[in-house]
């Protein structure tokens, strides 16, 4: 099944990030060298998984939005429940800390805002 921007969205707790207009997760694995003597070639192995996501939208401060909760997660340091819709049944979810946020303001258009996520533990894809 491919999928589209339609059917996407991104949360934090339990609230839809309101005006988000992308997202993008970043999943890594550190990869480990093996060099044994008499041996012309490295050996790898798997090691640790990493993961980071972003997202960008434009800014809305209201209570239904979403966007209040990500300010005091960042203020506080707490982690925050991240899921990354590609529609109703199928998402990535996992736990997270905000990293950075980024405001910007243009006055030939709306407030954007620029999310960066750092993942704690697993990020896990939910597929029907």
């Given at each position: 099944?491919?999928?589209?921007?339609?059917?996407?969205?991104?949360?934090?707790?339990?609230?839809?990030?309101?005006?988000m207009a992308?997202?993008?997760?970043?999943?890594?694995?550190?990869?480990?060298?093996?060099?044994?003597?008499?041996?012309?070639?490295?050996?790898?192995?798997?090691?640790?998984?990493?993961?980071?996501?972003?997202?960008?939208?434009?800014?809305?401060?209201?209570?239904?939005?979403?966007?209040?909760?990500?300010?005091?997660?960042?203020?506080?340091?707490?982690?925050?429940?991240?899921?990354?819709?590609?529609?109703?049944?199928t998402f990535?979810?996992?736990?997270?800390?905000?990293?950075?946020?980024?405001?910007?303001?243009?006055?030939?258009?709306?407030?954007?805002?620029s999310i960066?996520?750092?993942?704690?533990?697993?990020?896990?894809?939910?597929?029907?």
């Amino acid at each position: 099944m491919l999928f589209t921007g339609v059917t996407g969205n991104v949360a934090i707790g339990k609230k839809n990030l309101a005006h988000m207009a992308n997202w993008n997760i970043d999943k890594t694995k550190d990869i480990i060298d093996v060099v044994s003597f008499g041996s012309d070639y490295k050996e790898k192995i798997s090691s640790t998984k990493d993961w980071t996501a972003s997202c960008d939208g434009k800014v809305d401060f209201d209570d239904d939005s979403g966007q209040l909760d990500l300010e005091a997660a960042f203020e506080d340091g707490t982690p925050v429940e991240c899921t990354f819709y590609l529609d109703e049944n199928t998402f990535y979810e996992g736990e997270a800390l905000i990293e950075s946020q980024t405001i910007s303001n243009a006055a030939d258009g709306a407030a954007d805002i620029s999310i960066s996520i750092s993942g704690s533990g697993p990020l896990t894809l939910v597929a029907p």
